[in-house]
């Protein structure tokens, strides 16, 4: 992870976190203070570091990594800038257009870089479209194209667009998406989220599943995304309940070591590195059984992992 991180930002530079996204400014500061210590022992030639005339790791100022809010954040001509604040915050960031003036003039660079649709979920949904088969077998290889068949879930997008009289949308056998409003709560276990450019999109802020609802409170959901799609498009998608696993964890209260049984939720670092993408590490977030969505928890077992 730390050589991932190293290679996103090789000569230092800027984390910047916006106040929405502050829960993560601790780790990404032990990520700073291990790049650090590494720069200050680096040796060799193939360290990757910058080195001074007489062979010692550089640690001046101009050589470093920062964590910096980015309410206030004043961009540094030639400092490289790692976002840590999604699109949808922008609003709430009231300097970030010094920021983005000084990336669209070349002054600095910022990863990721900004565009909006990679945060769309709805890729789920136009992956899935029947039309667009030929074009994704094309672009992606008939290899890969088979492969994400398997692990992207069946995704539908809910376009109150009207289908002619003979049509029915895919896989629900309904005309209207007004009917799936008054699916019985067995025909219900499904997902609404929030496509992605959106304060909802992310932490399952946006989450609705259907057999958790009343029935009245699952028309008002449905009905609301049909509302909201010109701003805020809406993806239904089968629900699936993840394996159960039992894991180990430090209880700090008791001292002791407990045993919680829990659902697991991948979250993958992949790095572009050299024109190649390249996976570091993924964190695995065990969740408790009795919880159905694996985000936003307060109480999880967090197991850093390694990519093998």
């Known amino acids: 992870m730390l050589d991932g991180f190293r290679t996103v930002l090789p000569n230092g530079g800027d984390i910047v976190i916006s106040q ?9 500061e032990w990520i700073v203070a291990r790049l650090k210590e590494q720069a200050a022992v680096a040796g060799g030639d193939d360290s990757g570091f910058p080195r001074d005339h007489n062979g010692a790791g550089i640690t001046d100022p101009g050589y470093s990594w920062r964590v910096v809010p980015a309410e206030n954040y004043e961009p540094e001509n030639e400092r490289a800038v790692y976002r840590f604040f999604e699109l949808f915050d922008l609003p709430n960031i009231p300097k970030l257009d010094n920021l983005l003036r000084a990336n669209a003039e070349g002054r600095v660079t910022i990863t990721p870089p900004i565009k909006p649709y990679l945060e769309e979920k709805m890729w789920f949904a136009l992956f899935w479209l029947k039309p667009l088969h030929e074009f994704w077998r094309r672009e992606l290889g008939e290899k890969y194209f088979t492969q994400l068949q398997k692990v992207i879930p069946y995704s539908w997008l809910l376009d109150p667009t009207p289908l002619p009289q003979h049509a029915v ?13 008054k699916f019985s709560q067995k025909d219900r276990d499904l997902l609404l989220k929030v496509s992605g450019f959106s304060p909802l999109g992310w932490g399952s802020r946006g989450v609705s599943l259907g057999s958790d609802l009343a029935h009245a409170e699952w028309e008002k959901r449905i009905n609301n995304a049909l509302a909201t799609f010109d701003s805020s498009p809406t993806i239904l998608q ?26 697991v939720r991948l979250c993958p670092y992949y790095f572009v590195e050299n024109d190649r993408v390249k996976l570091r590490g993924a ?11 694996l985000h936003g928890m307060r109480d999880a077992i967090l197991v850093p992992s390694k990519a093998q």
């Open 20 to 28: 929405e996204s502050a829960t993560y400014r601790p780790e990404m």
């Open 169 to 181: 949308i895919p896989r629900l056998e309904i005309h209207d998406w007004r009917e799936a409003a």
């Open 238 to 263: 089968r629900f699936h309940k993840g394996r159960l696993l039992e894991h180990r964890y430090w209880d700090a209260e008791s001292g002791e070591l407990k045993t919680m049984k829990g659902r």
């Open 283 to 293: 964190l695995a977030t065990i969740a408790p059984a009795d919880k159905k969505f």
